[in-house]
C-alpha cells in the first residue's frame, strides 16, 4: 500500500468507495461490508480511513477477579502500525471484537481509552460492542462506529490482539484498510488498496454524468426509460 493513495480515499464516502471497490471484481459483492447494527456513533466526525489493528475482548462474563490487560500491547501495535513504512504517519483505525454472553452490552472503550489510543496515532475505532463517555470520546476526538451505548462494564477479560476478528460477520485481518463514514463500514484487502482511488474517481465521474442528464429541466420518465434502454 502507498500513504498517498490511503490519504487519497479520505476524499470520498464510503459508498463511492465500496462501489470502486466492485469495479475491480476482486471479490464476491455480497461481502466486505458491515450492516447497520455497527452504525456511526460519532456522525459529525465525518470519513475515517486507516490500517486495522485488531483485538478481542469479553467484558459481560461475570466474575470479580482481576483479569490481566492487553491495552498497552494494542497501543503499542497501533503505533507500530502508525509508523508504517516510514513514509507516515499513517492512519490506524482500531478494531475490537466483541466476546461473551452479553455483546450488545460490551462495554469496549471510554474515553481514558480513546485518548491513549489517538496518542498512538489511531483515528477510529470499529466494534460490534459499545461504547460509553460518548462526550468524553467526542473530544478527545475519536471517530466510532459500534452497536450503540452502555454506561458500564464488568471485568475486561483481553482475548488476545492481532488476531483475525468477526465484526457484524465481516472478517478484520490485522493490517486490513478500513474506510468507514456515516453510511457504514468497509474492509478493504491491502493487496487491491493502490488500486481503489482511481476507481472511487471513476465512479464519481460516472455518477455525475449521470445525475447531470437526469436532472436537466424538462427531463421525463420517458427519457428516463430510453437512458437505461427501456
Request: glycine letters at 12%; a negative charge; hydrophobic letters at 40%.
Amino acid at each position: 500500500m502507498e500513504l498517498e493513495k490511503v490519504r487519497r480515499l479520505l476524499e470520498y464516502d464510503t459508498p463511492t468507495v465500496a462501489n470502486g471497490v466492485e469495479l475491480l471484481d476482486f471479490r464476491d459483492p455480497s461481502g466486505g461490508f458491515m450492516g447497520p447494527d455497527v452504525r456511526a456513533l460519532t456522525p459529525e466526525m465525518g470519513v475515517r480511513v486507516g490500517i486495522a489493528v485488531t483485538a478481542r475482548m469479553d467484558t459481560t462474563s461475570p466474575g470479580t477477579d482481576k483479569p490481566p490487560s492487553l491495552f498497552l500491547e494494542w497501543l503499542k501495535l497501533m503505533d507500530q502500525a502508525a509508523q508504517g513504512d516510514g513514509t507516515g504517519p499513517w492512519p490506524v483505525i482500531a478494531v475490537m471484537e466483541s466476546v461473551g454472553p452479553r455483546v450488545i452490552h460490551t462495554v469496549t472503550i471510554g474515553d481514558g481509552m480513546a485518548t491513549g489510543m489517538k496518542l498512538a496515532g489511531c483515528t477510529g475505532f470499529v466494534t460490534n460492542g459499545s461504547i460509553r463517555d460518548l462526550e468524553g470520546v467526542r473530544e478527545v476526538p475519536m471517530a466510532c462506529w459500534g452497536y450503540g451505548l452502555a454506561a458500564m462494564h464488568g471485568r475486561l477479560r483481553w482475548l488476545d490482539v492481532n488476531s483475525p476478528v468477526c465484526i457484524d460477520g465481516v472478517t478484520v485481518r490485522p493490517g486490513d484498510l478500513i474506510h468507514a463514514d456515516v453510511n457504514g463500514v468497509i474492509v478493504i484487502p491491502p493487496e487491491i488498496v493502490d488500486q481503489v482511488p482511481d476507481k472511487a474517481q471513476q465512479v464519481r465521474e460516472n455518477e455525475a454524468r449521470m445525475f447531470s442528464r437526469l436532472r436537466q429541466p424538462g427531463f421525463t420518465f420517458q427519457d428516463y426509460l430510453r437512458s437505461r434502454g427501456g
